[in-house]
């Protein structure tokens, strides 16, 4: 099924915002795995979810991604619809921003525009070799320091900020509340087993959110929820 483009366009607009906007995209199956059976999730979704997934996509001006989902899940190039960035006054292409503490990141995934965010006392011979090619955001002793991160993007005017992923940066982001909306496809499947859930962490949080909207898609429901602040 194919949704009305227009209508989605509306629903998963960014809001008005002077700081950057902290969106969060997943699949789940119903009793909560991230991954199916091949350890990946993009077997979760069906032709809705890769639809809104690639909305999400065109409608962002940095896509923020765990080195170990573009690891695991092969990033590569991606498409996005121009026309519609275009009309929205965005900048051709979104940036990539890939975050790794390790800087093990395969070389494939090193294009040229690709922004790679680490430690302030990351590997410095690792980091010198990768600004041989690519631009490296390096900020927090020991553990990123998320807050200058965003800061850094609002300087470049990176205000539209969307997060694949994977759980282990996501229950970061959760664990500093910096995530301001999820957007959940909830797959209708039972996985089991032993999957991740979307989020994980040291430290366990209660951060309430406000529903957006839900829409049927694929047998299951595409779900947005907005962290209610006060
Ligand atoms: N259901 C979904 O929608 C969804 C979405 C995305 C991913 N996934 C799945 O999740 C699995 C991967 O899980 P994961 O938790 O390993 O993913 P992840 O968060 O993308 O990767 C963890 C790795 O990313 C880097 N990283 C993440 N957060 C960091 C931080 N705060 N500071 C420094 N580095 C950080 C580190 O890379 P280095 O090792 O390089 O230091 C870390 O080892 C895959 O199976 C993938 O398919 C599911």
Same mark, same amino acid.
């Given at each position: 099924m194919t949704l009305d483009a227009g209508e989605l366009e509306r629903l998963y607009a960014y809001p008005d915002s002077d700081r950057p906007w902290v969106r969060t995209n997943f699949v789940s199956t119903?009793?909560?795995?991230?991954?199916?059976q091949d350890g990946k999730?993009?077997?979760?979704?069906?032709d809705t979810d890769t639809q809104v997934f690639a909305l999400l996509r065109s409608l962002a001006d940095v896509i923020v991604v765990g080195a170990g989902t573009a690891r695991d899940e092969g990033y590569e190039d991606f498409g996005v619809d121009t026309e519609l960035r275009m009309r929205l006054g965005l900048s051709p292409v979104p940036t990539m921003v890939l975050v790794s503490r390790?800087? #093990?990141?395969?070389?494939?995934?090193?294009?040229? #525009?690709i922004v790679v965010v680490t430690t302030a006392d990351a590997e410095p011979d690792a980091v010198a070799t990768l600004r041989e090619t690519i631009e490296v955001i390096a900020a927090g002793? #020991?553990?990123?320091d998320w807050t200058a991160v965003l800061a850094e993007f609002a300087e470049r005017g990176w205000r539209r900020v969307l997060c694949e992923g994977g759980p282990s940066l996501h229950g970061e982001l959760v664990r500093l509340d910096l995530v301001d909306e999820l957007c959940l496809t909830i797959a209708p499947v039972l996985a089991g087993g032993h999957a991740p859930r979307i989020a994980h962490g040291h430290d366990a949080a209660h951060h309430a959110m406000t529903f957006g909207h839900a829409i049927e898609g694929d047998g299951g429901l595409l779900t947005r929820w907005v962290r209610a602040r006060p």
């Open positions: 119903l009793d909560g795995a991230a991954t199916g999730s993009g077997t979760l979704g069906g390790s800087l #093990g990141i395969p070389p494939a995934l090193l294009r040229p #525009g002793q #020991g553990d990123i």
